[in-house]
């Protein structure tokens, strides 16, 4: 049976079709909202739909709101708790993709944040894989990724996405999977939407907070896995021309999930194929998340409670 999209708009659930903002809207004009990406898994031998790190995600949709002074009128467990319903409301069986927004909603021509009201929604759909997982071919963007001076990078700002999607459209219309950012540096920033990891005789690098990045969820989430794996950790700055010596690439977001680049710049990276590092990392990966993993089941929240 198909259901009709659900929403949470206004504080209540509403059809997906009747939560709609005005032109006016300042978030509309100015971009000042910002969001979050989650993802919920469908694991069809426990009937029961799995959301990543649920928690962790609105803990940063609150920082990222206090940022820009956008009053979210919820806590975190409110906030989870919502997100269960709003996927029993759509009888989810399958992967889905949640976006929560909070976002200056006041009709206002003004550039500012103070004195501006403020308002919260989410919708979600079902989504599959967005970026092969396999074997990326990703190109060094020649957009550099915006500095935190300029808009907030550790907040996930709505407007500041058309910098991701400048290097992404600029990368896919080159014929690349993605864009690596670089900052105003020079240096390895992340990927227009997920972090970056690479491998160098045996460690595991990855750039730090201080580089212009999102504080992904799942670069954490990867820190844990790769302590549990005993593999070595180096949070440090990267160079361009490292990337092209690497050992193995990866990208991890949960859009992208944990994808392997296999080239850089139309260069080989490794044997061409994913690393053994990033294999046993992302097969640990795609069991945590659909909450087979029995160690790792922290970090998902059930939401049919074995009642689907
Ligand atoms: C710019 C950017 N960097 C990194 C990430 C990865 O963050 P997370 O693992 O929290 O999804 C994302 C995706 O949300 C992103 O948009």
Redesign the pocket.
Known sequence: MSTEAVAFFDGRLVPLREANVNIATHAFNYGTGVF??IRAYWDADQGDLFIV?AA??FA?LLRSARLLHIEVPYTVDELVEWTRELMRANQFRTDVYIRPLAYKADPAIKVGLSGIGSAFAMFALPMGDYVPTGGLSVAISSWR?IADNMIP?RA?VTGA?VN?ALSSDQAKSDGYDEAIMLGDDGQVS??????LFMVRQGILVTTPVTAD?????????VFDLAKDLRIPVEVRPIDRTELYSADEIFL?????QLAGATHVDRRQIGDGRPGPITTAIQERYFALVRGRAPEYRHYVTAVYGGKA
Do not use: D
Not at 190 to 195: D, L, P
Not at 213 to 221: H, K, S
Not at 252 to 256: A, I, K, P, S
């Open positions: 979050e990406g790190q962790p995600h940063r990724r990078s996930k996405y991701a992340e990927a227009s939407s997920s972090n990045i999102l504080e992904g969820i799942t670069r954490q989430v991890c977001g949960t859009g992208v």
